[in-house]
Protein backbone atom coordinates (compact mmCIF):
# COMPACT_ATOMS: atom_id res chain seq x y z
CA UNK A 1 0.00 0.00 0.00
CA UNK A 2 2.66 2.14 0.88
CA UNK A 3 4.69 1.61 -1.66
CA UNK A 4 1.41 1.60 -4.46
CA UNK A 5 0.97 5.49 -2.89
CA UNK A 6 4.89 6.53 -3.27
CA UNK A 7 4.55 4.81 -7.22
CA UNK A 8 1.09 7.02 -8.34
CA UNK A 9 1.46 9.83 -5.84
CA UNK A 10 -1.48 11.41 -8.34
CA UNK A 11 -3.64 7.91 -8.28
CA UNK A 12 -4.39 6.62 -4.58
CA UNK A 13 -3.73 9.58 -2.35
CA UNK A 14 -6.18 12.13 -3.83
CA UNK A 15 -8.71 9.55 -3.42
CA UNK A 16 -7.66 8.84 0.27
CA UNK A 17 -7.36 12.90 0.67
CA UNK A 18 -10.66 13.31 -0.82
CA UNK A 19 -12.23 10.72 1.43
CA UNK A 20 -10.71 12.77 4.46
CA UNK A 21 -11.04 16.36 3.30
CA UNK A 22 -13.68 16.26 1.21
CA UNK A 23 -17.70 16.26 1.39
CA UNK A 24 -17.34 12.74 2.21
CA UNK A 25 -15.17 13.17 4.60
CA UNK A 26 -17.24 15.55 6.65
CA UNK A 27 -20.02 12.83 6.78
CA UNK A 28 -17.43 10.60 8.11
CA UNK A 29 -16.93 13.13 10.45
CA UNK A 30 -20.69 13.26 11.31
CA UNK A 31 -20.50 9.65 11.98
CA UNK A 32 -17.16 9.45 14.14
CA UNK A 33 -18.62 12.48 16.04
CA UNK A 34 -22.65 10.75 16.64
CA UNK A 35 -19.91 7.58 17.82
CA UNK A 36 -17.99 9.74 20.37
CA UNK A 37 -21.35 11.22 21.88
CA UNK A 38 -22.68 7.76 22.01
CA UNK A 39 -19.99 6.39 23.68
CA UNK A 40 -19.81 9.48 26.07
CA UNK A 41 -23.35 9.32 26.95
CA UNK A 42 -23.69 5.73 27.47
CA UNK A 43 -20.56 6.23 29.75
CA UNK A 44 -22.03 8.67 31.82
CA UNK A 45 -25.83 7.67 32.34
CA UNK A 46 -24.30 4.07 33.40
CA UNK A 47 -22.83 5.87 36.29
CA UNK A 48 -25.64 8.31 37.38
CA UNK A 49 -28.07 6.05 38.71
CA UNK A 50 -26.43 5.43 42.01
CA UNK A 51 -24.08 8.04 43.29
CA UNK A 52 -22.30 5.53 45.86
CA UNK A 53 -21.50 3.15 43.15
CA UNK A 54 -19.54 5.96 40.91
CA UNK A 55 -17.78 7.39 44.23
CA UNK A 56 -16.69 3.76 44.90
CA UNK A 57 -15.45 3.16 41.38
CA UNK A 58 -13.18 5.92 41.75
CA UNK A 59 -12.53 4.85 44.98
CA UNK A 60 -11.10 1.66 44.01
CA UNK A 61 -8.19 2.96 41.62
CA UNK A 62 -6.66 3.92 44.86
CA UNK A 63 -5.07 7.20 43.38
CA UNK A 64 -7.45 10.08 44.56
CA UNK A 65 -7.10 11.20 48.37
CA UNK A 66 -10.72 10.44 50.13
CA UNK A 67 -11.78 14.57 50.12
CA UNK A 68 -11.75 13.91 45.71
CA UNK A 69 -13.74 10.73 45.48
CA UNK A 70 -16.76 12.15 45.63
CA UNK A 71 -16.79 15.14 43.81
CA UNK A 72 -14.89 13.04 40.62
CA UNK A 73 -17.42 10.25 41.12
CA UNK A 74 -20.19 12.39 40.91
CA UNK A 75 -19.05 14.79 38.85
CA UNK A 76 -17.58 13.04 35.76
CA UNK A 77 -21.00 11.04 34.80
CA UNK A 78 -22.20 14.94 33.73
CA UNK A 79 -19.10 16.12 32.22
CA UNK A 80 -19.48 12.84 29.64
CA UNK A 81 -23.12 13.57 29.30
CA UNK A 82 -22.48 17.06 28.81
CA UNK A 83 -19.69 16.38 25.98
CA UNK A 84 -22.03 13.75 24.38
CA UNK A 85 -24.47 16.90 24.13
CA UNK A 86 -22.44 18.90 22.63
CA UNK A 87 -21.16 16.47 20.31
CA UNK A 88 -24.88 15.64 19.04
CA UNK A 89 -25.43 19.25 18.29
CA UNK A 90 -21.32 19.74 16.82
CA UNK A 91 -21.10 22.87 19.13
CA UNK A 92 -17.06 23.32 19.42
CA UNK A 93 -15.95 20.09 18.35
CA UNK A 94 -12.38 20.72 18.29
CA UNK A 95 -12.40 21.61 21.88
CA UNK A 96 -14.46 18.68 22.72
CA UNK A 97 -12.41 16.12 20.76
CA UNK A 98 -9.02 17.99 23.00
CA UNK A 99 -11.21 17.19 26.70
CA UNK A 100 -12.19 13.74 25.18
CA UNK A 101 -8.75 12.78 24.37
CA UNK A 102 -7.72 14.01 27.74
CA UNK A 103 -9.99 12.46 29.35
CA UNK A 104 -9.99 9.05 26.99
CA UNK A 105 -5.51 9.49 28.37
CA UNK A 106 -6.28 9.92 31.71
CA UNK A 107 -8.26 6.93 32.49
CA UNK A 108 -5.76 4.89 30.30
CA UNK A 109 -3.43 6.44 32.52
CA UNK A 110 -5.28 5.16 35.67
CA UNK A 111 -6.44 1.60 34.41
CA UNK A 112 -2.35 1.22 33.57
CA UNK A 113 -1.33 2.39 37.27
CA UNK A 114 -4.01 -0.24 38.57
CA UNK A 115 -2.93 -2.88 36.17
CA UNK A 116 0.85 -1.69 37.55
CA UNK A 117 0.27 -1.98 41.30
CA UNK A 118 -1.64 -5.07 40.96
CA UNK A 119 -4.72 -4.40 42.39
CA UNK A 120 -7.49 -6.01 40.71
CA UNK A 121 -10.59 -3.52 39.93
CA UNK A 122 -13.20 -3.17 36.87
CA UNK A 123 -12.32 0.11 35.64
CA UNK A 124 -16.06 1.44 35.86
CA UNK A 125 -16.02 2.93 32.69
CA UNK A 126 -19.27 2.36 32.00
CA UNK A 127 -21.07 1.48 35.39
CA UNK A 128 -20.11 -0.84 37.40
CA UNK A 129 -16.63 -0.87 39.04
CA UNK A 130 -14.66 -1.61 42.49
CA UNK A 131 -13.06 -4.22 43.10
CA UNK A 132 -13.16 -7.46 41.48
CA UNK A 133 -11.65 -11.30 41.65
CA UNK A 134 -8.26 -11.39 40.15
CA UNK A 135 -9.47 -13.22 37.48
CA UNK A 136 -12.27 -11.00 36.68
CA UNK A 137 -9.74 -8.34 35.83
CA UNK A 138 -9.74 -7.28 31.99
CA UNK A 139 -7.12 -4.07 31.92
CA UNK A 140 -5.95 -5.10 28.31
CA UNK A 141 -9.17 -4.89 26.64
CA UNK A 142 -10.08 -1.58 28.92
CA UNK A 143 -7.05 0.10 27.57
CA UNK A 144 -7.58 -1.24 24.02
CA UNK A 145 -11.38 -0.05 23.98
CA UNK A 146 -10.38 3.32 25.43
CA UNK A 147 -7.36 3.25 22.42
CA UNK A 148 -10.46 2.49 19.81
CA UNK A 149 -12.30 5.96 21.53
CA UNK A 150 -8.55 8.15 21.27
CA UNK A 151 -8.86 7.38 17.78
CA UNK A 152 -12.40 8.56 17.42
CA UNK A 153 -11.02 12.01 19.61
CA UNK A 154 -7.88 12.24 17.40
CA UNK A 155 -10.07 12.58 14.48
CA UNK A 156 -12.36 15.03 15.37
CA UNK A 157 -9.25 16.98 16.25
CA UNK A 158 -8.11 16.49 13.13
CA UNK A 159 -10.32 17.18 11.35
CA UNK A 160 -13.48 19.32 13.56
CA UNK A 161 -15.40 20.14 9.96
CA UNK A 162 -18.03 17.55 10.08
CA UNK A 163 -21.75 17.81 8.25
CA UNK A 164 -24.96 18.92 10.34
CA UNK A 165 -23.04 20.59 13.44
CA UNK A 166 -23.59 23.96 15.07
CA UNK A 167 -20.48 24.59 13.78
CA UNK A 168 -20.54 24.43 10.70
CA UNK A 169 -24.06 26.64 10.73
CA UNK A 170 -22.39 28.96 12.83
CA UNK A 171 -19.64 30.22 9.98
CA UNK A 172 -21.69 30.46 7.40
CA UNK B 1 1.68 64.10 -9.49
CA UNK B 2 -0.81 61.88 -11.33
CA UNK B 3 1.96 58.99 -10.63
CA UNK B 4 1.72 59.96 -6.68
CA UNK B 5 -2.16 60.00 -7.23
CA UNK B 6 -2.07 56.68 -8.24
CA UNK B 7 0.34 54.81 -5.59
CA UNK B 8 -1.67 57.29 -2.78
CA UNK B 9 -5.38 55.59 -3.84
CA UNK B 10 -4.14 51.85 -4.55
CA UNK B 11 -2.44 51.78 -0.94
CA UNK B 12 -5.39 53.21 0.37
CA UNK B 13 -7.11 50.61 -1.13
CA UNK B 14 -4.85 48.09 -0.40
CA UNK B 15 -4.92 49.20 3.11
CA UNK B 16 -8.60 49.26 3.48
CA UNK B 17 -8.26 45.44 2.09
CA UNK B 18 -6.09 44.88 4.71
CA UNK B 19 -8.29 46.16 7.45
CA UNK B 20 -11.36 43.94 6.01
CA UNK B 21 -9.47 40.81 5.98
CA UNK B 22 -8.07 41.70 9.62
CA UNK B 23 -11.71 42.33 10.74
CA UNK B 24 -12.71 39.15 9.57
CA UNK B 25 -9.74 37.57 10.72
CA UNK B 26 -10.37 39.34 14.31
CA UNK B 27 -14.09 38.06 14.21
CA UNK B 28 -13.39 34.52 13.29
CA UNK B 29 -11.22 34.30 16.14
CA UNK B 30 -13.48 35.66 18.51
CA UNK B 31 -16.23 33.57 17.12
CA UNK B 32 -13.74 30.44 18.03
CA UNK B 33 -13.14 31.92 21.28
CA UNK B 34 -16.53 31.93 21.86
CA UNK B 35 -17.73 28.80 20.80
CA UNK B 36 -14.40 27.51 23.44
CA UNK B 37 -15.55 29.77 25.73
CA UNK B 38 -19.09 27.94 25.81
CA UNK B 39 -17.32 24.40 25.61
CA UNK B 40 -15.91 25.28 29.05
CA UNK B 41 -18.67 27.12 30.66
CA UNK B 42 -21.02 24.13 29.63
CA UNK B 43 -18.16 21.69 30.84
CA UNK B 44 -17.95 23.20 34.04
CA UNK B 45 -21.71 23.72 35.01
CA UNK B 46 -22.06 20.15 34.29
CA UNK B 47 -19.65 18.92 36.74
CA UNK B 48 -20.80 21.55 39.12
CA UNK B 49 -24.35 20.33 38.68
CA UNK B 50 -23.23 16.73 39.00
CA UNK B 51 -21.73 17.25 42.48
CA UNK B 52 -24.59 19.23 43.68
CA UNK B 53 -27.29 16.82 42.25
CA UNK B 54 -25.48 13.55 43.46
CA UNK B 55 -25.01 15.34 46.75
CA UNK B 56 -28.06 15.58 46.95
CA UNK B 57 -29.43 12.37 45.64
CA UNK B 58 -26.85 10.16 47.88
CA UNK B 59 -27.70 8.49 50.71
CA UNK B 60 -26.08 9.68 54.32
CA UNK B 61 -23.19 7.60 55.59
CA UNK B 62 -24.82 7.87 58.93
CA UNK B 63 -29.01 6.30 58.18
CA UNK B 64 -31.79 8.29 59.75
CA UNK B 65 -33.20 4.46 60.67
CA UNK B 66 -31.51 1.73 61.80
CA UNK B 67 -33.05 -1.89 62.79
CA UNK B 68 -33.69 -2.32 66.34
CA UNK B 69 -30.38 -3.56 68.20
CA UNK B 70 -28.19 -2.43 65.59
CA UNK B 71 -24.84 -1.69 67.16
CA UNK B 72 -21.64 0.23 66.34
CA UNK B 73 -21.66 4.22 66.36
CA UNK B 74 -23.65 4.51 63.10
CA UNK B 75 -25.29 1.49 64.19
CA UNK B 76 -24.53 -0.40 60.87
CA UNK B 77 -23.82 -3.62 62.67
CA UNK B 78 -26.36 -6.37 63.45
CA UNK B 79 -25.66 -8.25 66.40
CA UNK B 80 -25.78 -12.04 67.20
CA UNK B 81 -25.50 -13.61 70.45
CA UNK B 82 -24.49 -12.49 73.94
CA UNK B 83 -23.11 -9.01 73.66
CA UNK B 84 -21.02 -10.09 76.84
CA UNK B 85 -18.93 -13.63 74.68
CA UNK B 86 -15.78 -13.43 75.00
CA UNK B 87 -15.14 -13.48 71.38
CA UNK B 88 -16.33 -11.40 68.61
CA UNK B 89 -16.62 -12.71 64.55
CA UNK B 90 -17.33 -10.02 62.56
CA UNK B 91 -18.91 -10.57 59.48
CA UNK B 92 -19.24 -8.70 55.83
CA UNK B 93 -21.69 -10.73 53.63
CA UNK B 94 -23.83 -9.95 50.50
CA UNK B 95 -26.94 -12.05 50.16
CA UNK B 96 -26.32 -12.68 46.61
CA UNK B 97 -22.81 -13.36 46.67
CA UNK B 98 -21.96 -17.26 46.29
CA UNK B 99 -19.51 -17.52 48.63
CA UNK B 100 -20.84 -16.31 51.01
CA UNK B 101 -23.80 -19.14 50.27
CA UNK B 102 -20.93 -21.28 50.48
CA UNK B 103 -19.52 -20.05 53.65
CA UNK B 104 -22.92 -19.98 55.33
CA UNK B 105 -23.87 -23.06 54.50
CA UNK B 106 -20.71 -24.74 55.79
CA UNK B 107 -20.10 -22.71 59.37
CA UNK B 108 -23.75 -21.60 60.16
CA UNK B 109 -25.39 -24.30 62.25
CA UNK B 110 -21.58 -24.27 64.02
CA UNK B 111 -21.60 -20.20 64.42
CA UNK B 112 -25.15 -20.50 65.86
CA UNK B 113 -24.11 -23.23 68.29
CA UNK B 114 -21.09 -21.57 69.68
CA UNK B 115 -23.49 -18.38 69.94
CA UNK B 116 -25.54 -20.48 71.48
CA UNK B 117 -23.00 -21.60 74.24
CA UNK B 118 -22.21 -18.12 74.95
CA UNK B 119 -18.59 -18.39 73.43
CA UNK B 120 -19.54 -15.97 70.36
CA UNK B 121 -20.44 -12.53 69.27
CA UNK B 122 -21.53 -12.26 65.72
CA UNK B 123 -21.18 -9.00 64.55
CA UNK B 124 -22.71 -8.99 60.92
CA UNK B 125 -22.35 -6.44 57.93
CA UNK B 126 -25.27 -6.69 55.70
CA UNK B 127 -23.19 -5.30 52.31
CA UNK B 128 -24.65 -4.80 48.33
CA UNK B 129 -22.45 -4.60 46.62
CA UNK B 130 -22.74 -7.67 43.98
CA UNK B 131 -25.66 -5.68 42.90
CA UNK B 132 -22.92 -3.15 41.35
CA UNK B 133 -21.31 -5.63 39.52
CA UNK B 134 -24.19 -7.91 38.31
CA UNK B 135 -26.87 -5.22 38.38
CA UNK B 136 -30.28 -5.44 39.84
CA UNK B 137 -31.36 -5.55 43.43
CA UNK B 138 -31.22 -8.65 44.75
CA UNK B 139 -28.83 -7.68 47.25
CA UNK B 140 -30.32 -4.58 48.23
CA UNK B 141 -33.56 -6.17 48.54
CA UNK B 142 -32.21 -9.14 50.49
CA UNK B 143 -30.14 -7.10 52.99
CA UNK B 144 -33.58 -4.49 53.96
CA UNK B 145 -35.44 -8.13 54.41
CA UNK B 146 -33.00 -8.97 57.05
CA UNK B 147 -32.88 -5.55 58.60
CA UNK B 148 -36.68 -6.06 58.67
CA UNK B 149 -36.43 -9.72 60.07
CA UNK B 150 -33.94 -7.75 63.09
CA UNK B 151 -36.60 -5.42 63.97
CA UNK B 152 -39.06 -8.60 64.69
CA UNK B 153 -35.81 -10.30 66.50
CA UNK B 154 -35.62 -12.78 63.65
CA UNK B 155 -32.49 -11.66 62.25
CA UNK B 156 -30.47 -14.93 62.55
CA UNK B 157 -33.67 -17.39 61.05
CA UNK B 158 -34.17 -15.43 58.27
CA UNK B 159 -30.32 -14.89 57.63
CA UNK B 160 -29.66 -18.73 57.51
CA UNK B 161 -33.14 -19.44 55.42
CA UNK B 162 -31.92 -16.58 52.85
CA UNK B 163 -28.59 -18.46 52.39
CA UNK B 164 -29.75 -21.65 52.60
CA UNK B 165 -32.10 -20.63 49.37
CA UNK B 166 -29.70 -18.28 47.61
CA UNK B 167 -29.67 -18.37 43.89
CA UNK B 168 -27.50 -18.37 41.49
CA UNK B 169 -25.79 -15.26 41.96
CA UNK B 170 -26.74 -14.56 38.22
CA UNK B 171 -30.08 -14.98 38.65
CA UNK B 172 -31.79 -12.20 41.05
CA UNK B 173 -34.19 -13.82 42.50
CA UNK B 174 -34.08 -12.36 45.61
CA UNK B 175 -34.44 -8.66 43.79
CA UNK B 176 -38.30 -9.96 43.81
CA UNK B 177 -40.23 -8.95 47.40
CA UNK B 178 -42.92 -11.83 46.68
CA UNK B 179 -39.39 -14.12 47.43
CA UNK B 180 -38.25 -12.70 50.07
CA UNK B 181 -41.49 -12.69 51.76
CA UNK B 182 -42.27 -16.26 50.84
CA UNK B 183 -39.12 -17.55 52.83
CA UNK B 184 -39.98 -15.80 55.39
CA UNK B 185 -42.88 -17.75 55.87
CA UNK B 186 -39.99 -20.45 56.89
CA UNK B 187 -39.41 -18.83 60.36
CA UNK B 188 -42.03 -19.03 62.39
CA UNK B 189 -44.00 -15.73 63.84
CA UNK B 190 -41.71 -13.31 61.62
CA UNK B 191 -44.56 -13.00 58.59
CA UNK B 192 -46.45 -10.08 59.89
CA UNK B 193 -48.04 -6.77 58.47
CA UNK B 194 -45.70 -5.12 59.80
CA UNK B 195 -42.33 -7.42 58.07
CA UNK B 196 -44.46 -7.25 55.23
CA UNK B 197 -44.90 -3.49 55.01
CA UNK B 198 -41.22 -2.96 55.38
CA UNK B 199 -40.25 -5.14 52.91
CA UNK B 200 -42.44 -4.04 50.24
CA UNK B 201 -41.96 0.00 51.36
CA UNK B 202 -37.52 -0.65 51.27
CA UNK B 203 -38.05 0.51 54.50
CA UNK B 204 -33.91 0.31 55.29
CA UNK B 205 -32.86 1.23 52.18
CA UNK B 206 -31.24 4.51 53.33
CA UNK B 207 -29.52 2.15 56.07
CA UNK B 208 -28.64 -0.49 53.26
CA UNK B 209 -26.91 1.95 51.58
CA UNK B 210 -25.35 3.57 54.55
CA UNK B 211 -23.69 -0.39 55.66
CA UNK B 212 -22.32 -0.12 52.11
CA UNK B 213 -20.51 2.97 51.61
CA UNK B 214 -19.31 1.67 55.07
CA UNK B 215 -17.52 -1.39 53.59
CA UNK B 216 -16.49 0.83 50.49
CA UNK B 217 -14.43 2.55 52.88
CA UNK B 218 -13.33 -0.19 54.67
CA UNK B 219 -9.90 -1.89 53.28
CA UNK B 220 -11.90 -5.44 52.95
CA UNK B 221 -12.72 -5.67 48.96
CA UNK B 222 -14.65 -9.29 49.20
CA UNK B 223 -17.45 -11.09 50.77
CA UNK B 224 -17.13 -12.71 52.94
CA UNK B 225 -14.64 -11.49 55.06
CA UNK B 226 -14.84 -13.21 58.24
CA UNK B 227 -12.98 -11.63 61.31
CA UNK B 228 -12.33 -13.61 64.91
CA UNK B 229 -11.44 -10.76 67.03
CA UNK B 230 -10.08 -9.03 64.62
CA UNK B 231 -8.07 -11.30 62.71
CA UNK B 232 -9.38 -12.71 58.88
CA UNK B 233 -9.81 -16.11 59.13
CA UNK B 234 -11.37 -16.60 55.93
CA UNK B 235 -10.30 -18.51 53.98
CA UNK B 236 -7.65 -19.11 56.42
CA UNK B 237 -6.37 -17.99 59.58
CA UNK B 238 -2.51 -18.44 59.18
CA UNK B 239 -1.59 -21.23 57.58
CA UNK B 240 -4.76 -23.16 58.70
CA UNK B 241 -7.78 -23.30 56.66
CA UNK B 242 -11.29 -22.32 58.05
CA UNK B 243 -13.30 -25.97 58.73
CA UNK B 244 -15.84 -25.85 61.64
CA UNK B 245 -13.82 -27.81 63.60
CA UNK B 246 -10.68 -25.08 62.86
CA UNK B 247 -13.22 -22.30 64.09
CA UNK B 248 -14.45 -24.09 67.28
CA UNK B 249 -10.45 -24.89 68.29
CA UNK B 250 -9.94 -21.12 67.73
CA UNK B 251 -12.92 -20.00 69.34
CA UNK B 252 -12.00 -21.80 72.36
CA UNK B 253 -8.06 -20.89 72.28
CA UNK B 254 -9.27 -17.35 72.20
CA UNK B 255 -11.69 -17.43 74.84
CA UNK B 256 -9.18 -19.78 77.49
CA UNK B 257 -10.03 -18.41 80.97
CA UNK B 258 -12.59 -15.87 80.12
CA UNK B 259 -16.05 -15.99 81.30
CA UNK B 260 -18.57 -17.26 78.71
CA UNK B 261 -21.60 -14.73 77.68
CA UNK B 262 -24.86 -14.96 79.12
CA UNK B 263 -27.36 -16.48 76.82
CA UNK B 264 -31.05 -17.41 76.51
CA UNK B 265 -32.47 -14.27 77.19
CA UNK B 266 -33.35 -14.03 74.01
CA UNK B 267 -30.74 -11.70 73.85
CA UNK B 268 -31.07 -11.31 69.82
CA UNK B 269 -34.56 -10.51 70.37
CA UNK B 270 -35.92 -6.83 70.82
CA UNK B 271 -38.96 -6.87 71.94
CA UNK B 272 -41.55 -5.71 69.12
CA UNK B 273 -42.74 -2.38 70.12
CA UNK B 274 -46.18 -1.32 69.44
CA UNK B 275 -44.68 2.47 69.11
CA UNK B 276 -42.48 1.25 65.79
CA UNK B 277 -43.89 3.55 62.94
CA UNK B 278 -45.43 1.79 60.37
CA UNK B 279 -44.75 3.57 56.49
CA UNK B 280 -47.39 5.84 55.53
CA UNK B 281 -49.56 3.52 53.10
CA UNK B 282 -51.29 5.00 50.46
CA UNK B 283 -55.17 5.84 50.58
CA UNK B 284 -56.87 2.73 48.63
CA UNK B 285 -58.47 3.97 45.98
Not at chain 1, 34 to 50: N, Q, R, T
Request: proline share 6%; net charge neutral.
Amino acid sequence: MASQMAESPAGTEPVLRRAVDGPVGQWVGLAVRLALAAVWGWAGLAKIADPAEAAQAVRAYEILPESLVKPVGYGLPFLEVALALLLVIGLGVRAVAVVSAVLLLTFIGGISSAWARGISIDCGCFGGGGAVDVSKTEYLQEILRDCGFLLLAAWLLLRPRTRLSADAWLTA
Amino acid sequence: MSEKNREGKRSARERMLEERAADEARAKRNKKLGVGGVVAAVAAVAVVAGVVVQNQRSKPETPAAAPLGAIGDKKLMIPSGAANAPSVLTVYEDPRCPACGAFERSFAPTIDRLEDQGKLYVNYHIVSFIDRSLGGKGSKNGANALACAQDAGHFRDLHDVFYRNQPAETSDSFANKATLIKLSKQVNGLDTPAFESCVNDNKYGGWVSAVQQDFDKSSYKSTPTVLLNGTPVYPKNGDEPITAENLVKWVDAANQGKPLGTTGSGNESPAPTTTASEPNTPPSP
